[in-house]
């Protein structure tokens, strides 16, 4: 056999009094709570195994917790680095308060130059447009007779009628065909014996036109073709003594004849007139003109040639505005 055991299984020592003295107790009996914890080393007389715990744990001076409390952290002071951001920003702030101040200000200045500008620029604005009538008005005085002539021509006709020859215009507004004017002494022979119809021509072309109306105290007739000529425009404003003027007619059957010369005045004391205004103008005419256009600068007429004195240089033209005012819707 081998020693300590028996047959039957290892022999215990039996129980006795602890060599260390009573300072070191034997093994203390296990808790009921708690389950002994497993070892990895073996157990025997040279290697123990895990003692519970005695009645002297946890040590004096801890609590019954697995760790001991970790003490509040106190506020420390700030770092230079901290002071020296806080620093930065802070001028930051005046900085950008310093600018947003000067840029107000500079925008104040803007502003004020701005409206002074703005009142400079609508005074210069004001005193070009006076120059620009000034120049407006001296070039009404100034005609380009050869403008005025080629404008005008396309619209001036001969026409024939059995007591001879004389001049009308073509005038108005209406969409079908041309309206045309002309005196009322060119037709009254025509219109007294019921005939209707006349002759007018241009660049050797010919077209039939109708006698439509008559006025004979303004000594106007209104005519109308059927087919489409260029017009002249009537003028609106107020005729000026001084005015320039050209006179297109067919004298002594001669069409498209050109004279030039000035408004010499406006009258009321033509005899045979009964008072009526009348534009009295100094542009050569024959026989033949009675009827054609007074035309101003701007190319629009005045007025309609009507007669002659046996004075050089003194005759007479209907205003347009009387011819307005006799054929309604004529302008």
């Known amino acids: ?11 215990v020592p039996a129980p006795g009094p602890d060599p260390a003295g009573s300072d070191h107790p034997g093994p203390q009996p296990s808790r009921p709570d708690v389950a002994p914890p497993t070892s990895a080393w073996p157990a025997g007389p040279d290697h123990p195994g895990p003692q519970p715990p005695t009645s002297a744990w946890p040590a004096p001076g ?11 952290a106190r506020a420390g002071r700030r770092s230079p680095l901290q002071i020296g951001v806080i620093v930065v920003l802070a ?8 600018f947003l101040v000067v840029v107000e200000r500079q925008l104040a200045s803007a502003n004020h130059k701005i409206d002074s ?50 001049t009308a215009f073509a005038i108005g507004t209406t969409s079908t065909g041309t309206d045309l004017l002309t005196n009322y002494h060119v037709v009254e022979g025509l219109w007294n ?3 209707r119809t006349a002759q007018i021509d241009h660049d050797n072309q010919r077209f039939a036109v109708q006698v439509v109306k008559v006025d004979p105290d303004n000594d106007l007739a209104l005519l109308h073709s059927a087919q489409k000529f260029p017009r002249i425009a009537p003028a609106k404003g107020q005729i000026t003594v001084g005015t320039p003027v050209v006179v ?35 542009a050569a005419i024959n026989p033949g003109n009675s009827g054609g256009p007074l035309v101003n600068a701007q190319k629009q007429v005045i007025g309609i040639v009507e007669e002659t004195f046996s004075g050089e240089g003194l005759h007479f033209a209907i205003p347009i505005t009387t011819a307005c005012t006799s054929f309604s819707g004529l302008c």
């Open 248 to 282: 297109i007619g067919a004298p002594q059957g001669f069409e498209q004849s050109v004279t030039g010369g000035v408004v010499s005045a406006l009258r009321t004391d033509v005899p045979g007139q009964a008072g009526k205004t009348l534009i009295q103008f100094d």
């Open 62 to 72: 801890y609590p019954t917790g697995s760790f001991p409390p970790v003490p509040p």
């Open 91 to 98: 001028l930051l702030v005046v900085a950008q308060a310093a």
């Open 193 to 195: 014996a019921g005939q």
């Open 1 to 11: 056999m081998t020693a300590g055991f028996t047959e039957t299984g290892p022999t």
């Open 117 to 166: 500008l703005a009142g400079t620029e609508d005074k210069r604005l004001g005193d070009v447009d006076g120059r620009v009538r000034t120049l407006e008005q001296q070039a009404a005085k100034t005609l380009d007779a050869q403008a005025v002539t080629q404008a005008s021509l396309p619209s001036v006709f001969k026409i024939t009628v059995p007591d001879g020859t004389a």
